[in-house]
């Protein structure tokens, strides 16, 4: 029984949060690519994706100290897509320039100082002690980027249209953060399990009010009427009585 468990908590948990973790990365792939052929973000929050970038970078930083590659290996994808995905939005949308510029800014400061901190400064360190500084790092931008859908909450709420939140990243931010949870509770690395525990609650709340409040744009899409439709209405409304 106990090596069921652990095949489920230490192989099966990682093994799928690291696969929901790339559906994660490359579900807003579609969005973005719609968005570059309309030349238009519309709705689509964008602030979030250098947090993406910023918080792969910070747990491959801490996947590469603790030598963990269920850690290490999905971020790296993760890193790419939240980069492309901020250079397309930043091309995109002239009215968030100056905030992506500042929040970058901020972030790659930061990763990279992190980073000299733990390889540098604490080169003779034990590893528990840099699992420390680059678990504080990867914990503050997880929690910062689990949080960055909030900013859309409040309007979701007062506007009752889920229009400004993207279902699949929603549901597979939940699903990622369930796995994660469970492997880091495994470890007993609360580094891992506390911010995705967070997350997964977090993800909850917002699937329950895109349920609650259908975007209007779904919903107009389906009331749509088909060409055939369009022309037995118009031909309706042209007859004449008898």
């Given at each position: 029984m106990g090596d069921t468990r652990d095949a489920l908590t230490l192989w099966f948990a990682p093994a799928l949060g690291s696969a929901l973790a790339q559906v994660m990365f490359l579900s807003p792939f579609p969005e973005i690519e719609r968005c570059k052929t309309k030349r238009s973000l519309g709705h689509l929050n964008a602030l979030p994706y250098p947090f993406v970038a910023a918080n792969c970078a910070a747990w491959m930083i801490y996947g590469g100290i603790s030598g963990n590659y269920w850690v290490y290996i999905p971020n790296f994808t993760g890193y790419f897509c939240g980069t492309y995905y901020s250079f397309v939005a930043y091309a995109l949308d002239e009215k968030i320039r100056g905030t992506m510029e500042r929040i970058v800014a901020v972030l790659i400061i930061l990763v990279s100082f992190i980073g000299m901190v733990v390889s540098c400064v604490m080169k003779n360190s034990s590893e528990?002690?840099?699992?420390?500084?680059?678990?504080?790092?990867?914990?503050?931008?997880?929690?910062?980027?689990?949080?960055?859908?909030?900013?859309?909450?409040?309007?979701?709420?007062?506007?009752?249209?889920?229009?400004?939140?993207?279902?699949?990243?929603?549901?597979?931010?939940?699903?990622?953060?369930?796995?994660?949870?469970?492997?880091?509770?495994?470890?007993?690395?609360?580094?891992?399990?506390?911010?995705?525990?967070?997350?997964?609650?977090?993800?909850?709340?917002?699937?329950?009010?895109?349920?609650?409040?259908?975007?209007?744009?779904?919903?107009?899409?389906?009331?749509?009427?088909?060409?055939?439709?369009?022309?037995?209405?118009?031909?309706?409304?042209?007859?004449?009585?008898?």
């Open positions: 528990s002690a840099r699992l420390v500084v680059a678990g504080i790092l990867a914990n503050l931008i997880l929690v910062v980027y689990y949080s960055a859908p909030l900013s859309t909450m409040a309007e979701v709420v007062r506007t009752k249209d889920s229009k400004s939140m993207h279902f699949p990243l929603v549901f597979c931010n939940g699903l990622n953060g369930l796995c994660w949870t469970t492997y880091g509770i495994a470890l007993n690395d609360w580094w891992i399990a506390a911010p995705n525990l967070f997350g997964s609650v977090l993800s909850i709340v917002q699937v329950v009010l895109i349920f609650l409040y259908p975007s209007s744009e779904r919903l107009r899409s389906r009331i749509t009427p088909t060409p055939s439709v369009e022309g037995l209405v118009s031909m309706s409304s042209d007859s004449s009585p008898l």
